[in-house]
């Protein structure tokens, strides 16, 4: 019998290579579809009956996992989040959902430390005032700190929380985390309160779920007390956008470097895209040569590592994310 695999949508280019790779493997019939909204995976998977589903960023919701139950074994995710994914719906119908966990640790810490160095420097606006035909550095010294004397705020110390913080190090900064999970790296913990107090760099690692959705809002900023840098290269429901502009505007931030954002693409209308002291980049931080065929590659294989398994093997919800 042949297997049909379902790849709801990409904004990674064509599919081709990883129809090949689907039929070289598996000897699959591969749909490519090109989904948007929940409804569209649903139709989708009403008329082939998938036994895997890759998506990227179409929504894999309880009303896809209901008409999916009983064909498919498993909804593999092309990148690090699964958030747009009904994992508990998933685990409940039997179907193992994967992640590629591992793609862009690299890329990620590099983008949050080079984002969070340009803010500290004051590079945007240096840059901004020598285009418009100024040139006088003097006036931006009072607003420039060592990095020796200045603490980095973590909310989130995994594997990418980690290697921002090696990185830092090497300035001599100190490294605080905000993270449940139990501590094994060095680092001292902190209460997110204490995190607002202390931090004078804040760079986000943490999984969006409902306990972490805006953790970054009007009362955390409202808390911050040494006008810190905020990095986000995580999850874009982690920080209120409106709130954390209001906070630039009025100087409890210093900066502001955002590359995920709860709506993507961000609205042309968004008020952060006329905010100084800020850098905005297009869900980036993972792109690098060697990190796109790695992903374009890892979701296909867990599709053909979970449907090549020994039959009868039990599913498990990998929700590996939580310790990016």
Not at 20 to 27: C, G, H, N, R, T
Not at 33 to 47: F, G, I, K
Not at 195 to 211: C, F, G, M, T, V
Request: aromatic letters at 4%.
């Amino acid at each position: 019998m042949t297997r049909t695999i379902l790849l709801t949508d990409s904004d990674l280019g064509d599919r081709v290579e990883e129809v090949a790779w689907l039929k070289s493997a598996l000897d699959a019939d591969v749909v490519v579809a090109d989904c948007v909204t929940a409804a569209d995976v649903a139709r989708e998977v009403r008329e082939c009956r998938p036994e895997a589903i890759v998506t990227q960023w179409a929504p894999i919701d309880a009303t896809v996992v209901a008409e999916a139950a009983g064909s498919c074994r498993i909804i593999s995710r092309l990148g690090i989040g699964i958030d747009m994914i009904d994992t508990e719906a998933a685990s409940a119908a039997g179907i193992d959902v994967r992640n590629v966990a591992h793609y862009c640790t690299e890329e990620v810490a590099t983008h949050a430390v080079a984002l969070a160095l340009a803010l500290w420097r004051r590079v945007p606006d240096l840059d901004r005032e020598v285009r418009a035909g100024h040139w006088a550095a003097a006036p931006h010294a009072p607003q420039i700190s060592r990095l020796s004397g200045a603490t980095l705020g973590l909310v989130g110390c995994g594997r990418i929380g980690r290697l921002v913080a090696r990185a830092f190090e090497v300035w001599g900064t100190q490294v605080i985390a905000f993270d449940p999970a139990p501590a094994h790296d060095g680092y001292e913990r902190v209460g997110l309160d204490e995190l607002a107090e202390r931090a004078d760099i804040i760079s986000l690692h943490a999984p969006l779920l409902d306990s972490t959705r805006h953790i970054i809002g009007r009362d955390f900023l409202s808390a911050v007390s040494r006008r810190p840098v905020l990095v986000n290269t995580s999850r874009g429901g982690l920080v209120d956008v409106d709130a954390a502009v209001a906070a630039l505007d009025d100087g409890r931030l210093r900066g502001l470097g955002l590359d995920v954002f709860d709506v993507e693409p961000l609205p042309v209308d968004a008020a952060i895209r006329r905010s100084a002291s800020t850098i905005i980049t297009p869900h980036a931080a993972w792109c690098s040569a060697e990190a796109l065929p790695d992903l374009r590659r890892g979701a296909i294989d867990n599709v053909i590592d979970a449907l090549s398994a020994r039959d009868g093997s039990s599913p498990a919800t990998h929700p590996s994310e939580v310790r990016a």
